[in-house]
Every structure is written in C-alpha cells, then in structure tokens.
C-alpha cells in the first residue's frame, strides 16, 4: 500500500479514481496541482460535476456521453486526446486522459483516469498552424525537404510557378523536376 501510495505521490499524472456513481475515492498530488483543489475538496465529490461538467466549447457535457461515465458504468475502457478538465477557478485546462474500469473478481468496482495536461501541445499546434497557413500564402515558391533532399511539401507559389501539383512534387528529388 505504501509502494502503491508512493508511485501515485510521484507522478506527473494526474491519477483519481472513482466509486460505481462516479464519486471520487482517490486522487494523487497531480490532481490537486493541475486543478486546484485540495484532496479533501475532492475526495467523495462527483467526478463529472465537479470538474468535466462542460465541454471544451464550453456546451455543457451530458453525463451519459462520457468517457469516464462509460469507464465506472460500463466496464469501457477509452482513451481520449483533446478534452478539458475545470478548474476551481473555472478555467479550463486541456487534457489527454485515459479511463480504465477497476475490476474485482470479474465486477465493476469503479475506475482509475490518468490524465495529461497538454496545454504545452496545444499552444504548439497552434504555432505550426499560424505558421503553415504563413506558408501556405506566401508569394514566393517555398519547398521543404529532407535532409537528403526529397520535397516533403511545397506552397501554392510553387505550383503556380512550377505547373507541378503537390502530389507529383511530394517525394521527388528537385534536381528531376524540369520547369
């Protein structure tokens, strides 16, 4: 119990886990740092109402269309990539979570989530897609490659120089294109 205890404690993962109602029955120190709240704020509280009560466009989550509700009721084990989890405060943080039924003797006794925190990764996906659509209108020709030399995209400038369609340019070596 105590390895158990300490493997939770030492995560950077967010780890809680629930009853068969979805009530909170455990949470590791993660938890509390990425959401704000204390264990005793959260311990025997309804997971669902009290922080993945809404959806990321702020629409409100209906219990029932739950991963983590499917997890507890269902046995249905889930893997989700781009949810969000509430605040105490209530921001929301965006997260990568996995829930797991809890099985005893072959018997739902409730779930475990883990859960990431990937607002570093949305805030980099944000960047690129800033970044591609910059490309995408440049007026100059712009082809990126492999560092062997094989075009692994090309701008609409490029086509419209060129007369080569990003499929027949894609995967070529520049040198065997001719203009």
């Not at 209906?62 to 509430?86: I, T």
């Not at 105490?88 to 943080?93: H, I, L, N, R």
Request: proline share 5%; net charge negative.
């Amino acid at each position: 119990e105590e390895r158990t205890r300490l493997i939770l404690d030492s995560s950077a993962e967010g780890i809680f886990g629930t009853d068969t109602e979805g009530q909170i029955t455990f949470v590791n120190p993660a938890v509390c740092r990425m959401l704000g709240f204390t264990a005793e704020e959260l311990i025997g509280k309804p997971s669902h109402a009290t922080f993945h009560h809404h959806r990321p466009d702020g629409s409100e989550y209906p219990m029932e269309e739950c991963p983590m509700f499917a997890a507890y009721k269902s046995g249905q084990a889930s893997r989700v990539d781009d949810e969000v989890l509430w605040r105490k405060d209530g921001t929301g943080v965006p997260v990568e979570y996995g829930a797991m039924p809890i099985l005893k003797d072959g018997v739902i006794v409730g779930s475990v989530v883990s859960f990431t925190d990937i607002t570093e990764r949305k805030r980099a996906e944000e960047e690129l897609l800033t970044q591609h659509s910059a490309l995408e209108s440049a007026a100059n020709a712009i082809v990126i490659t492999t560092n062997k030399g094989i075009i692994q995209w090309v701008n609409p400038a490029f086509t419209k120089l060129t007369g080569y369609t990003r499929e027949e340019a894609v995967g070529q070596n520049p040198r065997v294109l001719k203009s």
